[in-house]
Every structure is written in C-alpha cells, then in structure tokens.
Nanobody, 119 residues
Framework: VTLVESGGGLVQPGGSLRLSCEASVFTFSSFVMSWYRQAPGKERELVATITSTSLHTHYADSVKGRFTISRDNNKNTVYLQMTSLKPEDTAVYYC?????????????WGQGTQVTVSS
C-alpha cells in the first residue's frame, strides 16, 4: 500500500486548504482512513478518521467544526478540508490507512505534507 499526500502549503490564519491522499491499493474501500499531524517537538496526533463507507467520522476536539474528512472510493482518495486555520494547526500532516484482519491490524503511512499557517 502506497499513500501519497498533496495539498499542503503556506496559508494565512483564517484561510483554508484541502489535503488529498491517494492510495495505490486495490481494496481501498476496505480501509479505515485517517489523518494525523505532527508539530515540531510534539507527538503525532490523530486529527480525523473516516470509516470504509463514510458512515462514521471522528475528529479531534481541536479541529471539530473546522476540518472535514471525506473519501471517494472510486478514486482511492481521502480528503481533509481545513478551514479557519490557526497557527497551531501548523504541522506535517500524514495520511494513514488501517485494516484489521482477524486479530492483526495493518497500518500504512504516507510521507507527509507540510501545512504552515502564518501571516
């Protein structure tokens, strides 16, 4: 499984960005997809998760109401729409694909895309 993120960049506070993550896997629709982020000097944290059929989503409290996760299983792509961005959203954002097979959990990571919120 290969995950390739795109869409990061420099944005002013209050601005918006949309991140994309395209997966090279035949069974994309079986995976739970998530976005994580890691700021300098901090641990990687979960930002948002979406289930395989988009039935359920979960957000970190810090991004609720500002970020929206979505997916297009026909395009093997998951998105993170980020609005009302704050300087504290500055981080490297990582795409994650998770799949549980029996008692084994598989997790795959993208290379990350930098998001910088600054005036």
């Amino acid at each position: 499984v290969t995950l390739v993120e795109s869409g990061g960049g420099l944005v002013q506070p209050g601005g918006s960005l949309r991140l994309s993550c395209e997966a090279s896997v035949f069974t994309f629709s079986s995976f739970v997809m998530s976005w994580y982020r890691q700021a300098p000097g901090k641990e990687r944290e979960l930002v948002a998760t979406i289930t395989s059929t988009s039935l359920h989503t979960h957000y970190a409290d810090s991004v609720k109401g500002r970020f929206t996760i979505s997916r297009d299983n026909n395009k093997n792509t998951v998105y993170l729409q980020m609005t009302s961005l704050k300087p504290e959203d500055t981080a490297v954002y990582y795409c994650n694909a998770g799949l549980r097979v029996g008692a084994t959990e598989y997790k795959y990571w993208g290379q990350g895309t930098q998001v910088t919120v600054s005036s």
